[in-house]
């Protein structure tokens, strides 16, 4: 079946710095990749969506200076939270689509960050 | 406007006992719909979808979900409870017109099915 690795699973990081989360689907090409922000005990929040090769569409409201997505490839797409600061610590998804027939999104395991 | 409602923040359920978690929908054409299922600190795993054909529609770990046209429902069941049932469920339907894979989730129902 489809997997979608996302990495790290938890990071902590200082107020000001870069933090880079990774997704990639290990089996399949995932043409659409979609990020998304939760909140304890909240739904999930999406944030932008991601294509292959293009600029991701981020959902009003989200940041692109703030939140930098890249989907370099076919497998890999990456969602960089620049100078983060506590208020952006929060419980980020990645998911993707193209896996053939399925009509279904492949959700990776989620990132935890903490800014300290 | 394309929507997803979960009425419940929370069900409890007896283990044993046959449990539902309710989902309506406001879409504009036919819906594809889906259920998945969120263990604490992990991503979203797949339980089952409603394309075309059958209203029952089964799934993972013995769950089954009914669509209701009529009712515009897609409630989510299983006849035996079981604790490790206990998660938080979210019900989403894709948004068809944007022409994407982009989904609408309804703001999840906890499951707590007690021993």
């Known amino acids: 079946g489809a997997v979608v690795s996302q990495h790290p699973s938890r990071v902590i990081c200082k107020s000001g710095t870069s933090v880079k989360i990774e997704c990639r689907s290990l089996?399949?090409?995932?043409?659409?990749m979609f990020w998304y922000r939760q909140f304890p005990k909240q739904s999930l929040m999406l944030m932008a969506t991601?294509?292959?090769?293009?600029?991701?569409?981020?959902e009003q409201g989200v940041e692109k200076d703030k939140f930098l997505i890249n989907h370099a490839s076919l497998t890999l797409s990456t969602l960089t939270v620049t100078s983060a600061h506590p208020e952006d610590s929060s419980f980020y998804i990645c998911?993707?689509?193209?896996?053939?027939?399925?009509?279904?999104?492949?959700f990776g395991a989620g990132s935890r960050l903490t800014v300290l | 406007a394309q929507s997803v409602a979960q009425p419940e923040d929370q069900v409890n359920v007896a283990e044993g006992n046959p449990l539902t978690v309710k989902c309506t929908y406001s879409v504009s054409g036919n819906p594809y719909l889906f259920w998945y299922v969120q263990y604490p600190n992990r991503g979203l795993q797949f339980l089952l979808k409603y394309i075309t054909g059958d209203n029952l529609v089964k799934g993972s770990y013995g769950f089954e979900a009914e669509f209701n046209k009529s009712q515009t429902s897609f409630h989510l069941k299983k006849p035996s409870a079981l604790v490790s049932d206990s998660a938080l469920y979210f019900c989403a339907v894709r948004d068809r017109a944007s022409g994407t894979y982009k989904y609408i989730f309804g703001t999840g129902t906890r499951l707590k099915v007690l021993a």
């Open positions: 991601s294509n292959e090769g293009s600029k991701a569409t981020y």
């Open positions: 089996d399949f090409q995932a043409t659409t």
């Open positions: 998911s993707a689509a193209g896996f053939s027939g399925a009509n279904v999104l492949t």
